[in-house]
């Protein structure tokens, strides 16, 4: 089971909110909407991603990785180096 299925409902209502951004700035761009208008809006989409990212990521250590963690062995291991590897990424993007 994912860690995310408690709130998975919530996750995909954020998702279809941050969709409707992305079509918002499709929207302005086809309009031909000011630069600086458009880069704002680019910025709430690019702030909601990283925020929907930080949310999973959280709900990945608490469950998937703590999980892990408890069974020990090499899956531990694993799991924690895949939560490296997405802290990396997203530090990075």
Do not use: W
């Not at 990945?60 to 939560?83: L, N, S």
């Not at 590897?85 to 990075?92: D, F, K, Y």
């Amino acid at each position: 089971m994912a860690g995310y299925t408690g709130t998975k409902e919530d996750h995909l209502r954020r998702l279809r909110r941050i969709e409707g951004q992305v079509r918002g700035l499709q929207r302005m761009v086809d309009e031909d909407k000011y630069c600086i208008d458009i880069l704002t809006q680019v910025s709430a989409a690019n702030r909601a991603l990283q925020a929907f990212a930080l949310e999973l990521l959280d709900e990945h250590m608490a469950h998937c990785v703590a999980e892990a963690i408890a069974k020990g062995g090499t899956e531990a291991d694993v799991k924690i180096k895949e939560a490296s590897e997405a802290v990396a990424r997203l530090v990075r993007s």
